[in-house]
């Protein structure tokens, strides 16, 4: 089991059987049957540290009991119109299943614009979709391939990087603690796609930051990736932007039938599920409540700020070569946040 040895899980158990009745209750819920496996996830993101392990999964029960994240599924978003805002605006989704059953998700980087609600609908919707990820595609997956199934590979599009991403900081280093905290090693590898020369020249010196495990997870790809991918993947499991070069990457239109294509779209199968997923859950003889759920958004890692001061250095350095230092404060801060989800 690599850094996570057979001692220190029992030493680890014992120490979470110590917990109070309303953490285990919790517990229960995160680890969906596989209680050694998720013991071994916690402790593999503190480097096999047992007390830092137990530590970090505490925190994370206590947040999930604290903002009722054991049933955040049962609270859809609603008006349909606002969620589908939500999604048009927040571009991620579930393109298909990986050659060995790993759930592929696409995430539309550059342009997502989180622009048609409040912070706190964004964060909800990131922990719902992480929620019906481990209660309901790893479990399905895990089923239909006779062997447990606990991640899953990331697709990360950066076509569109632009300035008005600077507006949006203070989300994208929350959703990227949040999955960094509370849902450590769910991802298998991340494969950067479209990627502009701003972001090589970066993860060139970001890259010997970062820990030799968390550097083993991403692979930059050249354009589209598609080829690349495709060794991973069937063509029907692609993300619709590495399916054709220079298709637009994660633009589509609403017209016709593209958006039932585009994994990011509310009409996609995987969103429609999920949506219905939640209502279903929802009180049944109930109104639905309007309004988002508030969730306790954690503190960012000292290291993700260490990252985020080298980048800013090299974008300077940059910036002073080029003489567009004022287009690169932009790139800089969307750069340091997606470099610093690529932590998990």
Same mark, same amino acid.
């Given at each position: ?16 059987? /110590? ?28 480097? !096999? ?7 970090? /999964?505490?925190?994370?029960? $206590?947040?999930?009991?604290?903002? +009722? ?9 609603? &008006? ?12 991620? %989704? ?5 050659? +060995? ?28 979709? $992480? ?28 076509? !569109? ?32 796609? $479209?990627? &502009? ?10 890259? &010997? ?15 589209? !990736? ?39 779209? /509310? ?17 049944? $003889?109930?109104?639905?409540?309007? %309004? ?6 954690? +503190?960012?890692? &000292? ?38 989800? /690529?932590?998990?």
């Amino acid at each position: 089991m690599g850094i996570a040895d057979e001692d220190a899980i029992k030493q680890f158990q014992r120490l979470i059987d /110590l917990v109070d009745e309303q953490l285990r209750q919790s517990f229960q819920y995160l680890h969906e049957g596989y209680p050694t496996q998720t013991l071994v996830r916690f402790l593999k993101a503190r480097d !096999g540290n047992v007390d830092k392990a137990h530590k970090m /999964l505490v925190d994370c029960l $206590n947040w999930r009991v604290q903002n +009722e994240i054991d049933y955040i599924l049962a609270k859809p978003i609603v &008006p349909t119109d606002l969620y589908r805002g939500i999604r048009d605006s927040q571009l991620v %989704g579930l393109s298909g299943f990986s050659k +060995e059953g790993l759930p592929v998700i696409a995430v539309g980087v550059g342009l997502s614009t989180y622009d048609k609600a409040s912070v706190n609908y964004y964060v909800q919707s990131h922990i719902q979709m $992480n929620e019906y990820r481990d209660r309901v595609i790893l479990p399905r997956a895990s089923k239909k391939h006779g062997r447990p199934i606990f991640s899953c590979l990331k697709v990360l599009d950066m076509t !569109g990087l632009k300035i008005s991403a600077l507006n949006q900081i203070k989300l994208l280093t929350a959703i990227s603690t949040i999955d960094d905290l509370h849902y450590p090693e769910k991802t298998e590898t991340y494969y950067i796609v $479209n990627a &502009p020369y701003i972001f090589s020249t970066c993860w060139k010196v970001v890259k &010997p930051l970062l820990q030799e495990r968390t550097r083993r997870k991403i692979q930059v790809l050249q354009g589209c !990736g598609r080829d690349e991918l495709l060794k991973v993947m069937d063509y029907a499991s692609l993300p619709h932007f590495c399916k054709k070069e220079g298709s637009g990457s994660s633009r589509y239109s609403r017209n016709g039938s593209t958006t039932t294509d585009n994994c990011f779209s /509310l009409d996609h199968a995987f969103h429609q599920e999920l949506y219905s997923f939640t209502k279903e859950l929802a009180a049944p $003889n109930a109104p639905i409540k309007q %309004g988002s759920v508030r969730v306790t958004l954690p +503190e960012p890692d &000292p290291q993700d700020t260490k990252i985020a001061q080298t980048i800013e250095s090299e974008l300077h350095r940059l910036g002073d070569q080029n003489g567009s230092l004022g287009d690169q404060n932009g790139l800089e801060k969307l750069l340091s946040n997606s470099i610093e989800a /690529l932590s998990i």
